[in-house]
C-alpha cells in the first residue's frame, strides 16, 4: 500500500445550525494529502459533527467540502470512498471478522480469491492473522477496535475518518494503540482525520491538530506550537496543565506581574489587556535570592501543598492571598530536589524564551 | 426447619413470618392460571353438561368442531386473516417504525402517536366505525375488511416492538456499512435486518395473534361465510354453554401457547 | 488561509443541501405512509365520522339532541355509572391481589420470578373468549366453583355467580391483573434492597419500613397500573355482554344495544365520543404524572 491514493481535504465556509445552536459555523480547513490531523475540542465541540459532516452522514447547511478536486458535499457516503472507525466500532455482530473486514470489497465485486489476499494483508497490518473466522463476540476490546480499522482500510480509501476510536480501552492499550495507529497511519500513507477529546492523544498522535470549540476552529497547528503557543486562553486552557497570570500593562507598554516585568513591549498594541501562560514544567526552582533578569522572570512565594509523584513532583506556590503557581520537577538524574517542606519560603524561575503571552478574553 | 426461620427480606423477616404472603400469592396464581387450563380437561369430557373432573373421556366435542361445516369455515377464515394480517401488518409497521426511528423529521414524533392510535381509542368505537365505514365501501363481511381492520389494529404492535429493537441496536453499523460503500437500502437488508430480524418474527406472530384472538371488530365486520370463529364463539356463549366451545377453546390455547412458545425461542435463540 | 466571505455564495451549495435535505425527510417518511393510509381508514376517518354523526339528528341537521338526552334521560347516567362503578372495582380489586404478586415476583431471584411470571403473562396471551367461557363454566350454578364452597362448607345451596355484577367483576380482574402486575413489577424492581436494609439498621421495624420506603417507592408503578386497568376497563365490551348476561349494562354494551335495536348512529356515535373524551382525558391526566409508555402495551 502507498500513499498515491492518498487526497488532500479542502473545507470552506461549513455552517451547520441546530435550531439555534451553531453546530458549525462558517468553518474553513485544509488538510494536506497523506496528513494525520486530530480534531480537538470538549465535547458539543462540534468536532463530531464536523467529522460526520466529511464522511456525509451529517448534511451541512451550507459550505463545501472538496477531496482533491472533487466536490462532495452532495455525494452519498457510499460514494465518497472514506473509510470510517466509530467509537463503538459498529462491527457487524453477525458475520465473522473475515466477513466484517471483506464486506466493503464485496460490494465493489472483488474476486472471492482477491478479496481474501486483501482480507488476510489486512488483517496481518492489524497484527490479527489466523483470527480470520472468530465471531465477533470472541474478541477482546482491542482486538475489535483492531478489525474496525481493517475493516475501514481494506478498500483502499484516499480517506480514513475516526471518531474517539480508543476511548472505549482501558488508559494502557490505549496508549499502546496510540503509537501502533500512528505506525499503520505511516505505513498506509492515507490521509486521516481523527476526533478526540483527549488533549494528550491529540499531542501524541497528529502531524497537526485542530482545536475547536463552540463550532469554530480556535487554531490549527502542529502539537508543538498548539502547546507552546496557545492562540488564546481556551487553546491554553484546554491543552496541558497551566496557571494564567493577569498582567498589567504601563504607559511604555511594558507588561508586568507586580514588580516583575513579563516583556518589556506589547506583542499587539491594538489588545490593552494580557495574561501570561505558565507551563508547570517550565517553572524550576531557584537556589538563594535570584533576581529577575535578563534571561529569567523570578516569582517568589511560599509552599502550600507539595505532592510526590513518582518520576515528577508537584508543588502548588503561593505568590500572594489570589495567585497560587503550580510547578512540576522532575526527581530523575540530577535533580537535587527531593522534597520541599510546607510553608517554606522558595524562588521559582520562569525562563524568558518560555513566556507565552495571550490576549485577555474578549479583547480579541 | 432452617428455610423458616431463614430471613427472607432485608428487614430480617423470615420465611415462616411471612408465610401468609405465599399462602396468598400461590391463590391469587391459582385463581390467573386455572381459568386458562381448566377447559382442556373438560374438553374431554363425554357429558354433555361441562363436569370437573370428567366422568368419561371422549374426544366426542372434538368430533362435533371437525364435523361441523360452521365452525370448520370459520376456523379457515380465522387462520386466513391471520395469515394475512401477519403478511401485511409486519412490513407496513416495520416500514414505519424504521422510518419514524431514523428520520430526526419534526413530524416523526407526531405520526408516530397518530399510528399507535388503534391502542389507544377503544375497541368497540373502532368496530362500530369501521363497520359504518366498510358498509360505505361495500367491504363488510370481506377477508379484505377484516384483514384491513386487523392490520391496523396489529400495526401498533409491530411498530412497538421494531422501535424497541432499534434502540438496541447501533445504528453507527448501518453508517459503516454505507461508508464502506453500501446504498442505504442495501446497508438496511444486509446488515440491519440480519440484526433485528428476530423482533420481526415476534412482531409477525403478535400481528398473527391480534387478529385470531380479536372479537370485537370481527363481530361487527365479518359475517355470512366470512365470519371468524371469535365471531360465532362469542355468539354461541351468549345464546347457552355448548361444550365444543371448549374442544375449541383447547385448540386456541394450543394455538397461543405454540406461538408463545415459539417467541420464546426465537428470543432465546438471539443470544 | 481564506475565508468564507471571500468565496461567492453558490459555491457553498445550501440550496442543492436544503432541497436534498427535504427529498430525504420525505422519502423516509414516505415509508410510514402505507401503514397511516391504514390506519387511517379503518381508525381515524371512520372515528371521525362518528364524532360528525353525533352532532347530527334525525333529520340531518347540526345538533347536541343527542347529547342533551344523555344529559337529560336517567337510562344513560344509570350507564356511565355503571361504567364508570364496575372499572373502579374492578381496578380496586386488580390492586388488592396484584400488589402481593408484584411484591413477591421482585422478590425472587431472577431465574425464579422468570417462571412464575409466566403465571402472569400466561392468561395475557390466551384469548379473552377462552378466558371468559372458563369463567362461565367456573361459576355457573352446577360449576365447579359452587360445588366446591358447598363441600367445604362455604355456603348450603348453589350461588348464582355469573350473568350478574359478580361474574363481570371476576372476570374482568382477571383479564385486567396483568396490566396491573407488570408495571407494577417494573417499579418494585427499581426499588434498591440497600434502602430497605438501611431503613431497618437506622431502627424502622420491618412494618414501619415497608410504609415509609417500600410503598411510597412503589406508588408510581401502582399508579401507572391502575390508571391502564381503569381506562381499559371503561371500553369493555366481551366480558360485561357473557358474564354480565344483559345485567351489568356498560357503555360499549349499550353502544351495540343502540345500534341493534334503533340503528340510531346519532346516539351510538354520541356514547362513542363521550367514552373516546373520558379515555384521552383520563390517559392525559396520568401523561402529566408520568411517562405511559408501558400504559401503550397491550391490547384490550
Known sequence: ?364 | MSWWTSPATETQISHGDRFWLYVLVAIIMLFLVIPTLIVIPMSFSDSQYLEFPPEQWSLRWYGEYFDSTKWMRATVTSLQVGFLTLLVATPLGTMAAYALFVSGHRFAKSIFLLLITPMIVPVILIAIGAFYAFGRMGINNSITGLVLAHTAMATPLVMIVITAALRSYDLNQERVARSLGATRIKAFFTVTLPQIKFSVVTAGLLSFLTSFDEVIIAIFVSGGNNATLTKHMFAALRDFIDPTIAAISTIMVGISTALLLAIQFVGSKKK | MPVSPDIEKSSLHSQELQSQKKREEWMLLGLSLPAIFVIALVVILPVGWLFYLSFVDSQGSFSFEHYQKMVEYKSYARVFIATFKVSALTTLICVALGYPIAYFLAALPSRWSGIFMLAVLLPFWTSLLVRTYAWLVLLQRKGLLNDLAIQIGLWDSPVKLVHNMTGTLIGMAHIMLPFLVLPLYGAMKKIEPDMMQAASNLGASPVRAFCSIYLPLSVSGLAAGSLIVFVLCLGFYVTPAVLGGGRVVMVATQITAILEHQFDWGAASALGVVLLLATVLVLYLAGRFFKFDTALFGKR
Do not use: C
Open chain 1, 1 to 364: 500500500m502507498n500513499n498515491s491514493t492518498a487526497l488532500p481535504i479542502s473545507i470552506r465556509g461549513l455552517t451547520k445550525k441546530y435550531g439555534d445552536l451553531n453546530a458549525l459555523n462558517s468553518v474553513d480547513l485544509e488538510i494536506k494529502s497523506s496528513e494525520f490531523l486530530t480534531l480537538l475540542g470538549p465535547s458539543g465541540s462540534g468536532k463530531t459533527t464536523l467529522l460526520m459532516a466529511i464522511a456525509g452522514f451529517n448534511r451541512p447547511d451550507a459550505g463545501s467540502i472538496k477531496f482533491g478536486d472533487a466536490e462532495m458535499v452532495l455525494t452519498p457516503p457510499h460514494k465518497r470512498d472514506v473509510g470510517m472507525v466509530f467509537q463503538s466500532y459498529a462491527l457487524f455482530p453477525h458475520m465473522t471478522v473475515s466477513e466484517n473486514i471483506g464486506f466493503p470489497l464485496k460490494l465493489r465485486g472483488l474476486a472471492a480469491k482477491e478479496a481474501r489476499g486483501r482480507v488476510d494483508e489486512a488483517l496481518a497490518t492489524v497484527q490479527l492473522s489466523g483470527l480470520g473466522d472468530r465471531g465477533i463476540d470472541q474478541l477482546s476490546g482491542g482486538q475489535r477496535q483492531r478489525v474496525a480499522l481493517a475493516r475501514a482500510f481494506v478498500f483502499r480509501p484516499r480517506i480514513l475518518l475516526m471518531d474517539e476510536p480508543l476511548s472505549a480501552l482501558d488508559k494502557k492499550l490505549r496508549e499502546h494503540m496510540q503509537i501502533e495507529l500512528k505506525q499503520i497511519h505511516r505505513q498506509l500513507g492515507v490521509t486521516t482525520v481523527y476526533v478526540t477529546h483527549d488533549q494528550r492523544e491529540a499531542l501524541t498522535m497528529s502531524d497537526r491538530i485542530a482545536v475547536i470549540n463552540d463550532g469554530e476552529l480556535v487554531q490549527v497547528d502542529t502539537p508543538e506550537a498548539i502547546y507552546n503557543r496557545p492562540k488564546d486562553q481556551f487553546v491554553a486552557d484546554f491543552i496541558g496543565e497551566s496557571t494564567m497570570l493577569a498582567l498589567t500593562r504601563d504607559g511604555d507598554g511594558r507588561l508586568s506581574f507586580g514588580a516583575e516585568i513579563i516583556s518589556s513591549s506589547t506583542p499587539d498594541s491594538s489588545v490593552s489587556n494580557w495574561r501570561l501562560v505558565i507551563r508547570p514544567e517550565r517553572l524550576h526552582l531557584l537556589e538563594g535570592g535570584a533576581n529577575t533578569s535578563e534571561k529569567q522572570v523570578v516569582f517568589r512565594g511560599r509552599v502550600t501543598e507539595y505532592v510526590f509523584q513518582g518520576e515528577t513532583a508537584f508543588a502548588l506556590v503561593a505568590l500572594n492571598d489570589t495567585t497560587i503557581l503550580s510547578v512540576r520537577f522532575g526527581t530523575g538524574a540530577g535533580s537535587r530536589l527531593r522534597s520541599l517542606e510546607l510553608g517554606a519560603l522558595v524562588s521559582v524561575g520562569l525562563m524568558r524564551e518560555d513566556v507565552i503571552l495571550i490576549p485577555e478574553e474578549g479583547q480579541m
